[in-house]
């Protein structure tokens, strides 16, 4: 046998076999293949990853086709690209792009300066686009390191947007974006638009003296609200707040349907994992953890739940999950998930004592949840698998850096981020539009009107026809036929509390709603 060559049987399958590459050509196929599988594992398989230009986008001067360089991005000749992955999105946001058709011609954010801090993705890039669209001037920069998606920032800046983003910024990059949109000459934001409180926290520490022409803050995460909270037990508010967060429609349809489908899409692309058999651990039961462990149950891995909640707990043991504390089972446990919005949830400690190939991950919104810190020491070697995905080599393990999962590592559903955009849009129309001395310096919900505005709003995709209450019925129950047609009080079955401003005194404008 000649083991230095091929051989074929007959001439003809020697002239077959000519017809592939030559060796270069399938060295350079064989690279193409690889660096296609690299890329697909990417945040939202983003075409921007495979990029060899290592050059930080700060070093860079970039400018648009309309001569504007006021903004920072991977690459702007990629807003083409970016161009139809935000055309795509809005295919699947009908209800949103029906309120912008709606509101556009009153223009209700005319003269709103929107300094936003948000994932960059093409959902948000439609909201952001939405509010430009009702007259908003807007300035926007993420609120994750991984999750922007570059050829997006680069479609929004090619827009007019002065976005300020890209995806693996450093720590240090992360507060200069920041610092950029907010810190310009001749340009002041008067709305604030945050997802988990750092734009809002910069500008408290940096430039408080903006909150003197800041009409309002609208915030959509556990962790800035929190952070809200407790600016408002300490009288240092200074300006009113939204908590989106813990409006239904962000609650109940982000929270849980969102996270139910995203935690299988973020794990698969990652990490090639079959959930089958799978032991699992979920820190939490809000509606993120809810989400988490009915998809993992779904796919037959084994869950159990940790909780400082009595009543999040008692709902997961009814839910057919056993109640642990993290300590008793890590051991055990195949994959962590972290769904609690805390801090140290997951120690040193814990990940001392996982198993080898323990897959530990985090889907709440920061990145305090696990702490990362502590493993990168000198006598810990951390490689790099894929995108996001780290092998820390003692016994461990794969890492996403503590960051959020679903947003970091693959994409969420388009139609249920149009809800909570939606919702954010309604919520800086209210605020900005709201006469003097209706919100004081508190925070609040948005009121259960605007909720079912927003739900309505989405019904049409699903061909979904409400029953109207006749007024003999109406009159029964005490209730409006045209809503709300459930009290403040009233949760849908979620474990979150009532905060303090549920209200219910909105004036509302003609072009979302149909009361006085």
Not at 199 to 215: A, D, E, I, N
Not at 294 to 301: M, N, Q, Y
Request: aromatic share 8%.
């Amino acid at each position: 046998v000649n083991h230095g060559q091929i051989q074929f049987a007959n001439q003809e399958e020697k002239q077959e076999f000519s017809k592939f590459p030559t060796k270069t050509g399938r060295r350079s196929l064989s690279r193409s293949i690889s660096q296609s599988s690299t890329d697909s594992y990417s945040s939202a398989a983003s075409y921007t990853d495979s990029s060899d230009d290592e050059t930080s986008p700060r070093e860079k001067t970039q400018v648009n086709s309309k001569g504007s360089s006021d903004f920072c991005v991977k690459n702007i000749k990629q807003a083409e690209f970016g161009r139809r992955e935000i055309e795509i999105a809005e295919q699947d946001m009908s209800a949103l792009i029906s309120l912008r058709k709606r509101a556009q011609g009153e223009k209700p954010l005319a003269g709103a300066k929107v300094v936003g801090c948000t994932h960059i993705t093409a959902q948000t890039a439609v909201l952001i686009e939405t509010l430009v669209a009702l007259g908003a001037q807007c300035r926007w920069t993420a609120c994750n390191i991984y999750s922007t998606q570059n050829e997006v920032a680069a479609a929004l800046a090619e827009s007019g947007v002065s976005v300020f983003a890209w995806k693996g910024e450093s720590e240090d990059d992360f507060w200069w974006c920041i610092d950029r949109c907010v810190n310009v000459e001749g340009w002041q934001a008067n709305m604030i638009l945050d997802d988990g409180g750092d734009l809002t926290h910069w500008v408290y520490k940096k430039y408080p003296s903006v909150f003197k022409k800041v009409r309002g803050i609208v915030e959509e995460s556990v962790t800035g609200v929190h952070r809200l909270y407790q600016l408002s037990k300490a009288g240092k508010l200074c300006v009113p707040a939204m908590n989106v967060n813990d409006s239904v429609t962000k609650q109940k349809f982000d929270n849980l349907y969102c996270c139910r489908e995203s935690i299988l899409d973020g794990l698969k692309r990652t990490t090639d994992v079959m959930f089958g058999g799978k032991q699992v651990v979920v820190c939490g039961y809000g509606e993120v953890g809810k989400g988490c462990c009915s998809a993992l149950k779904a796919l037959g891995a084994i869950v159990c739940v940790t909780e400082i909640d009595p009543i999040c707990a008692l709902q997961a043991c009814m839910d057919g999950f056993r109640v642990v504390k993290l300590n008793e089972v890590v051991r055990q446990m195949d994959m962590v998930i972290t769904c609690t919005g805390n801090k140290n949830v997951v120690t040193r400690e814990h990940l001392d004592r996982m198993k080898n190939g323990c897959i530990v991950c985090n889907m709440g919104h920061s990145n305090t949840e696990i702490d990362v810190a502590s493993l990168r020491t000198p006598e810990l070697t951390w490689e790099r698998v894929r995108s996001q995905v780290d092998h820390v080599i003692y016994h461990l393990c794969a890492v996403f850096q503590g960051r959020l999962l679903n947003l970091s590592c693959s994409t969420v559903p388009s139609f249920v981020l149009s809800i909570t955009a939606t919702t954010q849009a309604l919520a800086l129309i209210e605020l900005y539009n709201a006469p003097e001395g209706r919100y004081k310096q508190d925070v609040y919900l948005l009121p259960k009107k605007m909720d079912e505005y927003v739900a309505s709003l989405h019904l049409p995709n699903f061909d979904a026809h409400l029953t109207e209450l006749s007024d003999e019925q109406a009159k029964y129950m005490g209730l409006n036929k045209n809503g709300p047609f459930k009290p403040n009080y009233y949760r849908y079955d979620r474990g979150s509390k009532t905060t303090q401003n549920d209200f219910d005194y909105v004036q509302y404008t003609h072009f979302y709603c149909n009361v006085v």
